[in-house]
C-alpha cells in the first residue's frame, strides 16, 4: 500500500479547492488509521451502504404501553422502526448505527429492543449519563458490555450547569469508552468553537479512545471570520489519528435546499485532511424524512460527489466502507 500524502489544512477559495483535492486524490492510496487497525485488526472491504447516525423511537402506542418518552421530549413526527426499516428498504441502505434519541433521554429500554431484534443489521450508540454521582460511568459498561452498544454519546449540553465534559465524569466515561472499544461521538448542536478545547484535552490525554464528529461538527461552509475558525479547528483535528468525521444530516450544515451542493466546498477539504477512510455518511433518521426524504439523503451525497473529483472507492469508503472497518464484522458483505 503506498504512503498517504498529507496536506496542512488550509482555507483556500472554493475554485482553488478541486485543485488541490485533485491533487491529494491522485498522490494518495487509503491508510488504516492505528485506531481504526487495531479496533478492527486489519483493513476490512464492504460495498455495503450502511448509515452512521440515524435514530429511532416507541410509537405512541409503543409509548403507552411500554416505552414511555421522557417528560418534555415528545417525539413531533413518527420515528419508529417500522418506518426505518421500510425506508432503508427503499434507499437500498443496508445497516446503521442507531443513536440513542433524546426523546427517552437515558431509558435504552426501546432501542436495547430494536438491537435485539436486528442484531446483523443495527448497532446502538448509547448517550452517556453525566450524573455528578458518577453512576453514568457503570450505566456505560452495563450498555455496552450486556445490549450491543458499540459506541457512546456525549451531548455536552446535558452536562450540570457549569460543567465540562473534561470534568471528572466525563473522563471516567470517555476512559471507559476508550478500555472498551467503544467510539465517543461528539454533538456540537451550538457550534464547535464551544467545545473544541475539552475534544482537544480528551483527545490528547485519551488517545486510545475513538472520536466521531457528529455532522460536520456542525461546521456549515464558512461565510464569516468566526466560521472559517471554527471549520478550520475541524480539519486540525485529522492531527488526531483516532477522529473520524460524519457527513451526516447534510440539512443541518448546509444553507442550501437539496442536495445541499454547498457542502461541495467544504467535503474536499475535510477527505483531504482526514482521508475518506475517517469520514463517514449519515442521515439523521428520521428528521431527514421531512426535508429530502431518507432516500434523498443517501442520493445527496453521491450528487455532491460527482461535482468532485471523488473517485468511486472514495465514495464507498464514504458510504459504508469506513463505518464497516470501524465496527468490525459487524456488517459483512
Not at 413526527?77 to 437500498?92: I, N, Y
Not at 472499544?181 to 486510545?208: N, Q, R
Not at 461552509?221 to 472559517?228: F, G, L, S, T, Y
Amino acid at each position: 500500500m503506498a504512503t498517504a500524502v498529507r496536506l496542512t489544512p488550509v482555507l483556500v477559495p472554493a475554485s482553488a479547492q478541486f485543485k488541490q483535492f485533485a491533487l491529494f486524490s491522485r498522490k494518495t492510496q487509503f491508510r488504516v488509521s492505528a485506531a481504526a487497525t487495531m479496533a478492527t485488526g486489519g483493513p476490512q472491504s464492504s460495498s455495503k451502504v450502511i448509515d452512521s447516525h440515524l435514530h429511532v423511537w416507541a410509537s405512541p402506542q409503543e409509548a403507552a404501553d411500554k416505552y414511555p418518552y421522557f417528560p418534555g421530549q415528545e417525539p413531533t413526527l413518527p420515528g419508529d422502526v417500522d418506518l426505518l426499516l421500510k425506508s432503508m428498504e427503499e434507499a437500498g441502505v443496508d445497516g446503521a448505527l442507531i443513536v440513542q434519541p433524546i426523546n427517552h433521554k437515558f431509558d435504552h429500554s426501546l432501542v436495547t429492543s430494536v438491537l435485539k431484534k436486528y442484531p446483523s443489521k443495527f448497532i446502538g450508540c448509547c448517550l452517556a449519563n453525566p450524573a455528578e454521582d458518577g453512576t453514568g460511568v457503570k450505566e456505560l459498561e452495563n450498555l455496552i458490555l450486556k445490549d450491543n452498544y458499540r459506541a457512546v454519546r456525549f451531548n455536552p449540553y446535558l452536562w450540570p450547569s457549569g460543567q465540562k465534559m473534561t470534568n471528572e465524569v466525563g473522563k471516567a466515561m470517555f476512559s471507559k469508552a476508550g478500555e472498551l472499544g467503544a467510539p465517543v461521538g461528539f454533538m456540537c448542536m451550538k457550534g464547535l468553537s464551544l467545545h473544541i478545547s475539552e475534544i482537544e484535552e480528551l483527545c490528547t490525554e485519551f488517545p486510545s479512545t475513538v472520536v466521531l464528529l457528529d455532522h460536520l461538527a456542525f461546521c456549515k461552509p464558512p461565510i464569516n471570520d468566526e466560521e472559517n475558525q471554527a471549520f478550520s479547528a475541524l480539519l486540525k483535528l485529522s492531527r488526531f489519528p483516532q477522529v473520524y468525521v460524519k457527513l451526516s444530516a447534510l440539512f443541518r450544515v448546509s444553507r442550501k435546499p437539496f442536495p445541499y451542493d454547498d457542502i461541495s466546498h467544504t467535503l474536499p477539504q475535510v477527505v483531504s485532511s482526514f482521508g475518506a477512510n475517517r469520514v463517514m455518511w449519515g442521515s439523521d433518521f428520521p428528521f431527514v424524512v421531512a426535508e429530502c426524504g431518507y432516500k434523498g439523503a443517501k442520493e445527496a451525497v453521491s450528487l455532491i460527489a460527482s461535482k468532485l473529483p471523488l473517485s468511486s472507492s472514495e465514495l464507498d469508503w464514504i458510504m459504508g466502507r469506513t463505518i464497516s472497518q470501524l465496527f468490525q464484522n459487524q456488517w459483512l458483505s
